[in-house]
């Protein structure tokens, strides 16, 4: 019932800039935590950023913090991540989630990003 449409992929240059947005729908969004992840193959899924429910202030992984910034539109229903000075391992799917309890746990279907030379 909760459908998440991922977009803004695509190829860059490694140091290049990469806009991803999330469009959720059926779900009353204020009341979700929405999070990015992301997977490379033969890896595991890996925790991104997340803005938690009732809040604006974002939460990052070390691996992405000081490079990548996660905004949240409430009345769009929609999340970003905009990812600057990109390096080739950020290359990955990533999976935008609407997360209330285990039961109410949505995963979108994912947006290809590759840094490359």
């Known amino acids: 019932q909760v459908q998440l449409v991922e977009s803004g992929g695509g190829s860059v240059q490694p140091g290049g800039s990469l806009r991803l947005s999330c469009v959720a729908s059926?779900?009353?969004?204020?009341?979700?935590?929405m999070s990015w992840w992301r997977q490379a193959p033969g890896k595991e899924r890996e925790f991104v950023a997340e803005?938690?429910?009732?809040?604006?202030?974002?939460a990052y992984s070390d691996s992405v913090r000081e490079r990548f910034i996660m905004t949240r539109d409430n009345d769009q229903n929609t999340v970003y991540l905009q990812m600057s000075s990109l390096k080739p391992e950020d290359t990955a799917v990533y999976y935008c989630?609407?997360?209330?309890?285990?039961?109410?746990?949505?995963w979108g279907r994912g947006t290809q990003v590759t840094v490359s030379s």
């Open positions: 989630r609407a997360f209330l309890t285990a039961q109410y746990n949505t």
């Open positions: 803005i938690a429910r009732g809040s604006t202030a974002a």
């Open positions: 059926r779900l009353t969004f204020r009341t979700y935590d």
